[in-house]
């Protein structure tokens, strides 16, 4: 069995990134597309390098080198178990190919190992990322010896496990529960938001009013100690790599490995089963004759989009996501008071004059159209093959993507309108900057997919979470809000003036909407032949 798990494996891995087609296509313009993504993924992880590998220096310098291996153990296992969370299900549980496997003397755990294979391949390349620097950045400021060198090692290879088979499991529950209900999709990507956000307020709770210090000391100290109690593991490696000893992490590589087998044995039981179920689709109005509906063309294809998008969980969950984010923070900031918050930090007025930045950047993450031409995958043919203008059909996309926006933006407004009660600059602020971001995160999510479309999909994963549209567009829209949100910053810290900062927000957002309305324009006349 595991030979066969690792030669289905093999064939699933293939199509990792997409190297296997641009390794064979003789596509001058495909391989001119990939080296262009393969520079943009060069430069972001030189930045995530850069980031991580400043903070272990820093770090060193007050001190503190021996959080270093808790720090990158916790990072690695908490970003592993949200982001694996979001698509674990549909890769495990997906149709695709399934059912010309069952057919084959393969049996269905050689299926599940291989798919679990495959979410671990990735995973465990994000987790040398992490590991690797620092392991070289410990060893060299503690002196450390073979053994701590040997634990680095070791968690490199067995730190994704534990996050991986607790996202899986997740997974596996939600798939579980969902393929019961009469809206499978619906129920499946509720679900995965509120365990994330549920997620995501455990590892970022705390009892802040106990740190008496402003000093990064006690407040590393105090995420070390919440990050001990909330994901044990951490602290196992913690002492392990510290006191250069084994135990610690033969017991973590046991409890690992036992967790995992047993989440393997169930999902075994259950495999079949919720992949039938989820495959399942009610039957509604049992056949009565039912009076077509008229309405415009627009709003047919927008109404079209919206079908779609509730019929699939992983869009669902990964869109509205940040969406969610953006409500929630408004009204935690607002009813925790920026003030509360501004005198932990110390800066008094910083909170409402940065919160529309901040809203801004939690709705861009990823808008619905940085894939929703990708996701029409092989029946792209139908839409083309009706005498609808291409422009329309993107305009129903963009309208689609704003109109789930708005619900959001309209709490995320109000809430912090009513919570912090800005006047003047800081309320048109508050207004006009999340509107505008979204507006553009909409039209370069859409520009990014015609740039880089993808039709020959086999899981909405390698499209909604792989997907070279998506990472452009993610990736456009942060460094946007980041400069503006700097660049308004730094004025109003510079400047004892207010009209400094004013302006300075005022001209970028004005840069903002002239970027949007040219990236629309060159999108009206793009013509996609595929």
Known sequence: ?????????????????????????????????????GLLWALVILMFEGYLIASMLGYVKIGMAEILPIYCYAVTGILILMLTLLKAGN????????????????????????????????????????MLPGMMIYGMAAGAGPVCFAVFLLGILFAPLLPLTLATGLAALIKGISSRMKYKRL????????????????????????????????LTNTIVVQLSAVYPPAAWFQKSATEETLLPMLALILVSLAVFTVLMLLLNRFFLPICTALRQTGTKHHGKVMTGDRSSLMWALVKREFRYYFSQSLYMSNTAIGLV????????????????????????GIVVKLLP??????????????????????????????PIPEKTQYDSK????????????????AAAAIGMKPAGADLVRLIVIPAVFLVFAAVIGLYANLLFPRFDWENEVQVIKQGA?????????????????????????????????????ACTTFVVILLTLLLYRIISRKKLEQ
Not at 96 to 106: D, G, K, Q, R, V
């Open 1 to 37: 069995m595991l030979k066969t798990s690792i030669r289905l494996w093999k064939v699933i891995t293939c199509d990792l990134f997409g190297l296997n087609e641009l390794r064979y296509t003789k596509d001058s313009g495909k391989r001119k597309r990939a080296l262009g993504m």
């Open 91 to 130: 890769v495990l549980f997906s149709w695709n190919s399934l059912e010309n496997l069952l057919a084959m003397p393969i049996p269905r755990s050689a299926i599940l190992i291989a798919r679990f294979l495959n979410l671990y391949t990735t995973n465990l390349l994000f987790t040398a990322a992490v």
């Open 187 to 218: 129920a499946e990507a509720a679900l995965m938001i509120v365990i994330s956000v549920g997620i995501i307020a455990l590892f970022s709770g705390g009892d802040y009013e106990a740190i008496s210090a402003e000093t990064i000391k006690n």
């Open 325 to 348: 984010m953006m409500a929630a923070a408004s009204v935690a900031v607002s009813v925790i008071g920026p003030e509360s918050i501004e005198a932990k930090i110390g800066m008094q």
């Open 357 to 386: 930045y901040g809203l801004a950047l939690c709705g861009c993450i990823m808008s619905t159209t940085a894939s929703s031409v990708s996701l029409e995958g092989k029946t792209r043919w139908l839409t083309r093959s009706l």
């Open 398 to 413: 963009l309208l689609m993507a704003l109109l789930l926006d708005l619900p959001f933006y309209l709490i995320a407004v």
């Open 469 to 505: 549209a998506t990472a452009v567009a993610m990736f456009a829209a942060m460094v946007v809000i980041f400069l503006s949100g700097g660049a308004f910053a730094a004025a109003h810290f510079l400047f004892p003036t207010p009209l400094a900062g004013n302006m300075v927000s």
